[in-house]
């Protein structure tokens, strides 16, 4: 009997599933309330799947054995509880992928850092001649990757949305690179619910799988003693020296693990800062666990790009440097960002808060920022926030001008830094396009 499956949702991760669910024999049936992308309606004609936009038409998603709803589908969407209530299981594209597939995953997830871990950890097994390829939040899908490729190792970017529909998916590697509140409109504002959220991802790990993890991050510490996790655990810390693991002494990234010791300088790191030594420290791990050469891992850590959209320099004009951060979409983001100006800022904030607290970044704005341009629909919070400590606070609501005000608030040696702490649906399509709309508009000046 043919098994049938309706996939709510016609983005990347919903397509991907669809091209899975069709070569695996299954009738598939998609289903987006919004509008679905031309590149992705071209696809669902290639491989003629039943598809549907601007609606949701109940009596095919409930005739389904099984539902993949895509992670922008909050749990408490009313057709996702009626399913559940029907006893048909809804899971996320990530488990519905692991079902077809026995190469091994590297996991990565955490609030900050995980795309420039993911894409570090890529790299790193590239030039150590490792079959990899690289997807889940970031590039092509899961799904997309086991329907169409053939690999020894995938390394996966993972959402805490992608681990909320998780049963049976498995990583070899877990990587948790940090927890700070992020998303908490979706977690019931419980922070407590967002960490469990975070840790999904050591759900079905057993003794012969790894968990890298940072050791200093008091919510991933504390939860740890109430919760244990059953793999193999590799902490890394700038702050203690562990067993087994990563650590830093004397301004060098120390890991051992099994008693071969690997040593390198933060001083030849290609991305500086604190937060890019513990990313790196998480990348050089699993180097080490696959046993890539020593002398490769510290090349390929030497000479890293970085990420889009994550503390890119884009130009400098008349000695001002322009730098796009649009990927930090919540507070400790923006805090790591701020943190590494050296210079007057001239900071460019706002979008869709999240539930945001500000506090934290007070003593960072009060000590870089000389002048803040609001760049949203709502910016009351912000203004509240820091209205008090920054002279010069401009309200806009296209990219365009808040370029041109930046241009005309900064003065030679000064840095202007698109850091957001914020969603960017409200102005832009997501982060890349709010990324790329700056780059452009600095491009213009």
Known sequence: MVKKIAVLGGGESGIGTAILAKKNGYEVFLSDKGKIKDKYIEVLKHI???????????????????????????????????????????????EFASWFSDVPVIGITGSNGKTTVTNLIQHLLKEGGIDSAMGGNVGNSYAK????????????????????????????????????????????????????SKFRITKNQTEEDFFIYDADDKNITE????????????????????????????????????????????SELALQ????????????????????????????????????????????INNVLYINDSKATNVNATFYALESMETETVWIVGGVDKGNVYDDLLPLVNEKVKAIIC????????????????ENMVETSSMNDAVQIAYR?????????????????????????????FKEAVRNL
């Not at 498995?170 to 977690?187: E, G, Q, S």
């Not at 949203?376 to 820091?386: E, L, T, Y």
Request: glycine content about 4%; hydrophobic content about 40%; overall charge negative.
């Open 48 to 94: 003629e799947i039943e598809w549907e936009e601007q609606q949701h038409t109940e009596s095919k998603i409930f005739d389904a054995d099984v539902v993949m709803k895509s992670p922008g589908i909050p749990d408490t969407a009313p057709l996702v509880k009626q399913l559940r209530e029907q006893g048909i299981p809804v899971v996320s594209e990530i």
């Open 223 to 266: 939860w740890l003693k109430k919760n244990p996790v059953r793999s193999q655990k590799l902490p890394f810390s700038l702050e203690k020296k562990v067993e087994s693991g990563a650590y830093i002494e004397n301004e060098n990234i120390v890991i051992n693990i099994n008693n071969t010791q690997f040593t390198m300088p933060t």
């Open 375 to 390: 760049l949203g629909v709502d910016n009351d919070k912000i203004v509240n926030a820091f209205g008090n400590i920054v």
């Open 273 to 316: 800062g604190k937060h890019n030594a513990k990313n790196a420290m998480a990348a050089a791990t699993v180097s080490q666990l696959l046993r890539i050469r020593k002398q490769t891992i510290r090349e390929s850590m030497a000479n890293f790009q970085g990420v889009e959209h994550r503390l890119e320099k884009v130009l400098k």
């Open 145 to 196: 990757l086991v329907a169409e490729e053939v690999h020894d190792w995938f390394v996966l970017e993972l959402s805490s949305f992608q681990l909320d529909g998780i049963e049976k998916f498995r990583p070899k590697i877990a990587i948790l690179t940090n927890i700070t509140p992020d998303h908490l409109d979706r977690y019931e504002y419980k922070l407590e619910n967002y960490i469990a």
């Open 409 to 437: 608030l900064a003065e030679k040696g000064d840095t202007v830094l698109l850091s957001p702490a914020c969603a960017s649906f409200d102005l832009f399509e997501n982060y890349e396009d709010r990324g790329r709309q």
